[in-house]
């Protein structure tokens, strides 16, 4: 009976942890609770939702491994006079990403007990043996470095920077960027692009299909000499007139899988039932969790197999608790995607692989021995 009575580990692909650090002075080794109570009425809560994540968190949900986002916005979509993570040109992204790496460097050499880099395959194994121990009641969560939007990189020759600083994956784009086509800018690949992807191979960089334009995201399929994954995107089939080239088509996932990749589902309501919005008063319970066992039922349908579906909660994010399925209060919540599985006849192995083995499969395949 003990056996049964062990969560499975979650691994959550997209968490913009440096961001919310920086933007709102969110501190992420309190509780998510915690950060709620000091944030009531504040700038942080209008903006971007009440917390759904923090350490104590993690460890209430086996969250062994997140996926930790280093991430700034061109100055064209700047949403607020405070914004602070927004740059004019490559110069402004490069400085002010290499800040947010700096972050993740700083808190996992000073709360290492809490807050640990992976960079290589022994990195992860360290973590991995850590949570498999059962005489520790705490266990120190792994952050993978991934760079979402990539005009931080002046050049392609600033690959080797980064990689030797701990990035592992690279999203070219979040909107449009010089490389690629992108989240409300569609487009292409461009020249630029191409050239970037190649240098990105040499590295084995992991590339995120996330935000990249349809058109731009199967050129890269084709193209790209390294490993393949969507972090974080869900389902265009099943969002029909969503109006957003935000989702995956079933095309892209075909690709995705074809590429022995993962795609990270992601639980904010807007992005799980077309036409909910919080500002025109949508309702959390009409969006309940069942609606993202049935993006994974989907990704699974297509690979017919449980081995390319995943979690990118992309919580906090731009969007909080008050955005999200009714069941989740935190991240610590996703484990109850395990009964929803189960109850669709997914097996023990199979929810397994979804809340976190399918990403520890290929953390190990494309990190570093
Ligand atoms: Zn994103």
Redesign the pocket.
């Known amino acids: 009976m003990r056996f049964l009575l062990i969560m499975k580990l979650i691994v959550d692909a997209?968490a913009?942890l440096a961001y919310n650090m920086l933007s709102f002075g969110r501190d992420y080794t309190r509780s998510a609770a915690e950060t709620r109570a000091l944030e009531v009425d504040s700038r942080a809560v209008t903006e971007n939702g009440d917390s759904l994540l923090g350490y104590p968190d993690y460890q209430r949900g086996n969250v062994a491994i997140v996926f930790s986002?280093i991430?700034a916005s061109p100055i064209r979509f700047k949403t607020s006079e405070f914004e602070t993570q927004i740059y004019k040109n490559f110069d402004e992204a490069h400085k002010l990403y290499r800040e947010q790496l700096m972050i993740y460097h700083r808190m996992t050499d000073s709360i290492p007990d809490k807050f640990r880099l992976i960079a290589s395959n022994a990195d992860l194994n360290l973590i991995l043996d850590d949570w498999q121990d059962t005489s520790k009641s705490s266990h120190p969560v792994g952050m993978v470095v991934l760079m979402?939007g990539a005009e931080a990189i002046r050049n392609p020759s600033e690959l080797e920077e980064w990689y030797e600083l701990g990035v592992r994956l690279i999203?070219p784009a979040?909107v449009g960027t010089r490389y690629c086509g992108g989240?409300r800018e569609p487009g292409p690949l461009t020249d630029d692009g191409r050239k970037l992807l190649s240098a990105m191979a040499e590295y084995n960089f992991v590339l995120d299909l996330?935000?990249m334009d349809e058109q731009a995201a199967i050129e890269a399929l084709d193209i790209y000499q390294g490993p393949v994954v969507g972090t974080?995107g869900n389902c265009l089939s099943l969002m029909p007139n969503a109006n957003t080239n935000r989702h995956f088509s079933d095309r892209i996932i075909e690709g995705i899988i074809e590429r022995d990749g993962v795609v990270g589902v992601v639980p904010f309501n807007t992005y799980l039932k077309v036409g909910w919005d919080f500002k025109k008063n949508s309702r959390r319970e009409e969006v309940p969790l069942s609606v993202v066992a049935d993006l994974i039922d989907h990704i699974c349908q297509l690979a017919g197999n449980s081995l390319h579906a995943g979690i990118g909660s992309?919580f906090d994010?731009g969007f909080g608790l008050q955005h999200v399925p009714p069941e989740i209060d935190t991240i610590a919540d996703m484990q109850n995607l395990v009964s929803l599985l189960q109850a669709r006849g997914y097996t023990d192995t199979d929810t397994t692989n979804i809340l976190g083995g399918n990403w520890i499969t290929r953390l190990k395949r494309d990190l570093p021995k």
């Open positions: 997209h913009d986002t991430f979402e999203g979040w989240w996330s935000h974080h992309d994010g």
